[in-house]
């Protein structure tokens, strides 16, 4: 049994394994354009883009780890083409807590997601949030309750299903 905690260890970094252990994520969404995608969901949430870094992909670039194709310009500034992230605005470290990933795939969407995303508004009007989020973009899908629990399922600008409550 030593030999399997071991090499357990050594599959987690060397860390020891304990499976009451946490452990941070990060949720990916499949996008036509990643880079519109997180603009619009950091304008949604509040959060913010994560920056890019120019000198860094250049250097990747110059290193031969990448090609001018892995890159793209966004807003004037030179970005990886296959994704942009958003994190909360009190996760600006260097490992965000609060992520979302949006990913470059060929397809479109085609049916509905099995996971989507709540926006809880707090103490804002959840009718006027809907109404904004329309107003750039967002379709609304469903009025739904239960008991005193009220939300609305609405649409990104690419389909993706979300609920405001």
Not at 99 to 119: A, C, M, S, Y
Request: hydrophobic share 40%; charged share 25%; with cysteine.
């Amino acid at each position: 049994m030593l030999w399997l905690r071991s090499s357990i260890r050594d599959l987690v970094g060397g860390a020891s394994y304990d499976r009451g252990m946490a452990f941070d994520f990060q949720v990916v969404v499949d996008s036509a354009d990643p880079h519109a995608q997180a603009d619009w969901w950091a304008e949604t949430l509040g959060w913010a883009v994560e920056p890019t870094d120019e000198a860094f992909i250049r250097r990747m670039i110059d290193g031969g780890y990448a090609t001018e194709a892995d890159t793209t310009r966004h807003n004037g500034a030179l970005v990886w083409r296959e994704g942009c992230a958003i994190r909360h605005p009190e996760d600006q470290g260097p490992a965000p807590q609060r992520r979302v990933l949006f990913q470059l795939v060929p397809e479109g969407k085609t049916v509905k997601n099995r996971v989507h995303l709540d926006i809880r508004v707090r103490g804002d009007d959840a009718g006027a949030v809907v109404e904004r989020l329309t107003g750039r973009g967002a379709t609304v899908l469903h009025e739904g309750q239960q008991g005193p629990h009220h939300w609305v399922t609405m649409s990104d600008p690419e389909g993706n299903e979300f609920c405001v409550s």
